[in-house]
């Protein structure tokens, strides 16, 4: 997958490295900003009331 | 490192036309009839790029060393000088020629040029040195002959079959060799013949080089297949091919371009259309190598496999193919290489760029008829892969073995990959979230502080009828008081807010909306996170009986003292019936009742209950804080209250 990824990308090496780093800053925003905020209410240790 | 880097032979067929004029009349001796075809320095050129690749290889070119230097100190170049100077050479080693320093390109495709002019006289000269040189050269030597005359004609997709179209060019060219060779002119044209008799000194030069190269491809071979590719680079196969077999006067050139890998051919394909091109005579070329060097020697399967692989890879520089070329061309096809060559170059710009260096050089490597359609079939495996379009040819060679290293390279990178996600939540749980929450506490304190400086108190509303009853409804998520605990530090300081649902939590401290508000009768309960978001409560476990906990609204610090004996183990079973803290399962909602683990209990204390997960990290339990309101509220007129200083 990674090396599909970077054969894919163009650019040569230079075009590849910044493209790899967009990827990845594309994907860590994504996963922080998007999926971690919906599945955190999901996960069981960011429950602190008490209740019924 | 290698004389086959070089990509000296750049097209410049000016150039090399001139060398070869040049040196055909010092070479006038070797060459002299040949001279007539330009584009055939083949011999000559041989001769040099064996020289150059044996050089390569060993530091200083044994032969040429001597004859170079006098041609000049780029041995890099194995200009049509050289070329001259190699069919000299042939007779002559120490002759070389290399006048002209023009010639970046190894040897190779310089030499091709010179060649057809020295070519002819080269072959010649080999062809009596061939004998004894040595009889595989002889193969490879005369092929590229034959092929470098005609390359300068359409012949060069005639390939080695050549004897065709690269007959009537190369038989001219050969002629000429032919002349100076004892062996017959036209059997080296029509094929490989010639070039067995072709090998001159060169061809003992190459030889060496060959041998060399071959032992590295057998040892790369031997090897791995992966890192055949690897070795094959270093251009062992056409060596190799020539040495082997005397077939490879047909595969001399195909032999190089087989060097490169499929595997990699797609790879580098994707940085360059251009190579698609190539791929194709390459393809060819490997196609010819591989039947070729089958039977010479196991090396040349492996170096074909390796070839193959790396095919692709070098394809993509031009100056693979010059190296392809410079073989080729020592092989003597160069005539017809460079038919092929402009073909492709017209078919890629990148291929023209290496064309032009074996079009001056008369590439060798020209496509032969039978190579185009080799091609066809590997064209469409290779080329695609160098097109990056055609993955198809790799694939299918994909074994069983290299199919099941995809599958678990693919679980290992999903794996991985979630390793990773795992880790980026963790750092987000405990670090990002904090981050945020800071901004969001920042703008919630700066929201109340205006709210209040409004005049406007969210606690205040309608008189409770009874103690411990909601007076007034706060908008969920809007804060309504800051929260002190001294022991935690000065800068210790939360905006509570309303509600305890997973978005109020985010934003701080969280007020059940059940319990009373700071100050009233009853208990005052707020949940906070223990980890992320701000870690409100994180250190909760740190207070001891007697700890202030200070809330403030508009018009009052209410200061909060944990239950207990001050200084005793807040755990302790206080006065009041229940202690200062305890650890409770998840559903026991009775801690937050008006009076703590006595539901339905009146209250008449004025209390305060914190809580938070337990242990760190999870929600398995719940630790509870509890607390009773220690003298009148302060108004905040008056400044800070003692308990915000510790006391």
Same mark, same amino acid.
């Given at each position: 997958?990674?090396?599909?990824?970077?054969?894919?990308?163009?650019?040569?090496?230079?075009?590849?490295?910044?493209?790899?780093?967009?990827?990845?800053?594309?994907?860590?925003?994504?996963?922080?900003?998007?999926?971690?905020?919906?599945?955190?209410?999901?996960?069981?240790?960011?429950?602190?009331?008490?209740?019924? | 490192?290698?004389?086959?880097?070089?990509?000296?032979?750049?097209?410049?067929?000016?150039?090399?036309?001139?060398?070869?004029?040049?040196?055909?009349?010092?070479?006038?001796?070797?060459?002299? *009839?040949?001279?007539?075809?330009?584009?055939?320095?083949?011999?000559?050129?041989?001769?040099?790029?064996?020289?150059?690749?044996?050089?390569?290889?060993?530091?200083?070119?044994?032969?040429? *060393?001597?004859?170079?230097?006098?041609?000049?100190?780029?041995?890099?170049?194995?200009?049509?000088?050289?070329?001259?100077?190699?069919?000299?050479?042939?007779?002559?080693?120490?002759?070389?020629?290399?006048?002209?320093?023009?010639?970046?390109?190894?040897?190779?495709?310089?030499?091709?040029?010179?060649?057809?002019?020295?070519?002819? *006289?080269?072959?010649?000269?080999?062809?009596?040195?061939?004998?004894?040189?040595?009889?595989?050269?002889?193969?490879?030597?005369?092929?590229?002959?034959?092929?470098?005359?005609?390359?300068?004609?359409?012949?060069?997709?005639?390939?080695?079959?050549?004897? %065709?179209?690269?007959?009537?060019?190369?038989?001219?060219?050969?002629?000429?060799?032919?002349?100076?060779?004892?062996?017959?002119?036209?059997?080296?044209?029509?094929?490989?013949?010639?070039?067995?008799?072709?090998?001159?000194?060169?061809?003992?030069?190459?030889?060496?080089?060959?041998?060399?190269?071959?032992?590295?491809?057998?040892? =790369?071979?031997?090897?791995?297949?992966?890192?055949?590719?690897?070795?094959?680079?270093?251009?062992?196969?056409?060596?190799?091919?020539?040495?082997?077999?005397?077939?490879?006067?047909?595969?001399?050139?195909?032999?190089?371009?087989?060097?490169?890998?499929?595997?990699?051919?797609?790879?580098?394909?994707?940085?360059?259309?251009?190579?698609?091109?190539?791929?194709?005579?390459?393809?060819?070329?490997?196609?010819?190598?591989?039947?070729?060097?089958?039977?010479?020697? %196991?090396?040349?399967?492996?170096?074909?496999?390796?070839?193959?692989?790396?095919?692709?890879?070098?394809?993509?520089?031009?100056?693979?193919?010059?190296?392809?070329?410079?073989?080729?061309?020592?092989?003597?096809?160069?005539?017809?290489?460079?038919?092929?060559?402009?073909?492709?170059?017209?078919?890629? *710009?990148?291929?023209?760029?290496?064309?032009?260096?074996?079009?001056?050089?008369?590439?060798?490597?020209?496509?032969?008829?039978?190579?185009?359609?080799?091609?066809?079939?590997?064209? %469409?495996?290779?080329?695609?892969?160098?097109?990056?379009?055609?993955?198809?040819?790799?694939?299918?060679?994909?074994?069983?073995?290299?199919?099941?290293?995809?599958?678990?390279?693919?679980?290992?990178?999903?794996?991985?990959?979630?390793?990773?996600?795992?880790?980026?939540?963790?750092?987000?749980?405990?670090?990002?979230?904090?981050?945020?929450?800071?901004?969001?506490?920042?703008?919630?304190?700066?929201?109340?502080?205006?709210?209040?400086?409004?005049?406007?108190?969210?606690?205040?509303?309608?008189?409770?009828?009874?103690?411990?009853?909601?007076?007034?409804?706060?908008?969920?998520?809007? =804060?309504?008081?800051?929260?002190?605990?001294?022991?935690?530090?000065?800068?210790?300081?939360?905006?509570?807010?309303?509600?305890?649902?997973?978005?109020?939590?985010?934003?701080?401290?969280?007020?059940?909306?059940?319990?009373?508000?700071?100050?009233?009768?009853?208990?005052?309960?707020?949940?906070?996170?223990?980890?992320?978001?701000?870690?409100?409560?994180?250190?909760?476990?740190?207070?001891?009986?007697?700890?202030?906990?200070? $809330?403030?609204?508009?018009?009052?610090?209410?200061?909060?003292?944990?239950?207990?004996?001050?200084?005793?183990?807040?755990?302790?079973?206080?006065?009041?019936?229940?202690?200062?803290?305890? $650890?409770?399962?998840?559903?026991?909602?009775?801690?937050?009742?008006?009076?703590?683990?006595?539901?339905?209990?009146?209250?008449?204390?004025?209390?305060?209950?914190?809580?938070?997960?337990?242990?760190?990290?999870?929600?398995?339990?719940?630790?509870?804080?509890?607390?009773?309101?220690?003298?009148?509220?302060?108004?905040?007129?008056?400044?800070?209250?003692?308990?915000?200083?510790?006391?």
């Amino acid at each position: 997958m990674y090396g599909w990824i970077w054969r894919k990308l163009p650019g040569g090496v230079p075009g590849k490295v910044i493209g790899s780093a967009i990827l990845i800053l594309a994907v860590v925003a994504l996963l922080f900003l998007v999926v971690f905020p919906y599945v955190d209410p999901r996960l069981p240790f960011s429950d602190v009331t008490v209740n019924q | 490192m290698d004389p086959w880097d070089r990509p000296a032979p750049q097209g410049r067929p000016d150039e090399w036309n001139q060398g070869d004029r040049a040196p055909a009349g010092g070479w006038e001796t070797v060459l002299p *009839p040949v001279g007539g075809a330009p584009g055939k320095p083949e011999h000559g050129g041989a001769g040099v790029d064996e020289a150059t690749a044996f050089m390569s290889q060993w530091g200083p070119p044994p032969l040429r *060393p001597t004859e170079e230097p006098a041609g000049s100190p780029e041995w890099g170049r194995p200009s049509p000088p050289s070329r001259a100077g190699a069919g000299r050479s042939a007779d002559n080693p120490v002759v070389p020629p290399r006048g002209r320093p023009d010639w970046s390109g190894p040897a190779g495709p310089s030499a091709p040029l010179p060649p057809v002019a020295d070519a002819p *006289p080269v072959q010649p000269a080999s062809g009596s040195r061939l004998p004894t040189t040595s009889p595989a050269q002889p193969a490879g030597g005369p092929r590229p002959p034959s092929a470098s005359p005609t390359g300068g004609s359409p012949a060069r997709t005639a390939p080695p079959a050549a004897g %065709g179209p690269g007959l009537s060019t190369a038989p001219p060219a050969q002629p000429a060799g032919g002349p100076g060779l004892s062996t017959g002119p036209p059997a080296q044209p029509a094929g490989g013949s010639q070039l067995p008799s072709a090998p001159t000194e060169p061809a003992a030069e190459r030889w060496i080089a060959d041998r060399i190269a071959a032992d590295r491809s057998a040892a =790369g071979a031997g090897a791995d297949d992966d890192f055949a590719g690897y070795w094959a680079t270093d251009r062992p196969a056409k060596r190799q091919t020539r040495p082997t077999g005397p077939d490879d006067s047909a595969t001399d050139e195909p032999p190089n371009r087989p060097g490169t890998d499929e595997r990699f051919a797609g790879y580098w394909v994707t940085d360059s259309a251009a190579e698609h091109p190539p791929a194709g005579p390459r393809g060819r070329a490997r196609n010819d190598a591989e039947q070729r060097f089958a039977g010479p020697g %196991g090396t040349a399967g492996g170096e074909k496999a390796g070839g193959e692989r790396f095919a692709g890879y070098w394809a993509r520089d031009p100056g693979d193919r010059q190296r392809a070329v410079p073989d080729d061309s020592t092989e003597v096809m160069g005539p017809f290489d460079v038919g092929a060559w402009s073909r492709d170059a017209a078919a890629s *710009p990148a291929r023209a760029r290496g064309q032009q260096h074996q079009d001056d050089g008369a590439s060798p490597v020209t496509a032969y008829p039978d190579e185009v359609a080799r091609k066809g079939g590997r064209g %469409g495996e290779q080329p695609p892969g160098r097109g990056g379009g055609s993955g198809g040819p790799q694939r299918p060679r994909r074994t069983v073995g290299a199919r099941i290293r995809t599958f678990l390279r693919g679980i290992g990178q999903t794996f991985i990959t979630l390793g990773l996600v795992l880790l980026l939540l963790a750092v987000y749980e405990v670090w990002f979230t904090d981050l945020m929450n800071h901004r969001t506490q920042k703008d919630l304190t700066t929201s109340l502080q205006q709210q209040w400086d409004n005049g406007d108190d969210p606690t205040v509303g309608t008189a409770p009828a009874r103690p411990g009853e909601k007076v007034r409804s706060i908008p969920l998520g809007d =804060g309504f008081a800051l929260i002190y605990i001294p022991e935690f530090g000065t800068d210790y300081v939360f905006t509570v807010v309303e509600g305890t649902g997973a978005d109020e939590l985010n934003e701080g401290p969280g007020h059940y909306v059940d319990t009373p508000l700071p100050g009233a009768v009853g208990n005052v309960a707020i949940a906070g996170h223990r980890v992320g978001k701000g870690s409100p409560f994180l250190n909760l476990d740190k207070l001891k009986a007697g700890s202030a906990i200070v $809330i403030r609204t508009r018009s009052y610090w209410y200061t909060y003292r944990v239950v207990g004996d001050p200084g005793s183990n807040a755990d302790a079973v206080s006065a009041l019936g229940f202690p200062g803290r305890e $650890i409770v399962d998840p559903s026991d909602v009775g801690v937050i009742a008006p009076v703590p683990d006595k539901p339905g209990a009146t209250p008449t204390r004025r209390l305060l209950t914190l809580t938070t997960c337990h242990p760190k990290f999870t929600a398995r339990q719940r630790m509870v804080i509890h607390a009773e309101l220690d003298g009148a509220p302060f108004p905040v007129g008056k400044g800070t209250p003692p308990s915000m200083t510790g006391s």
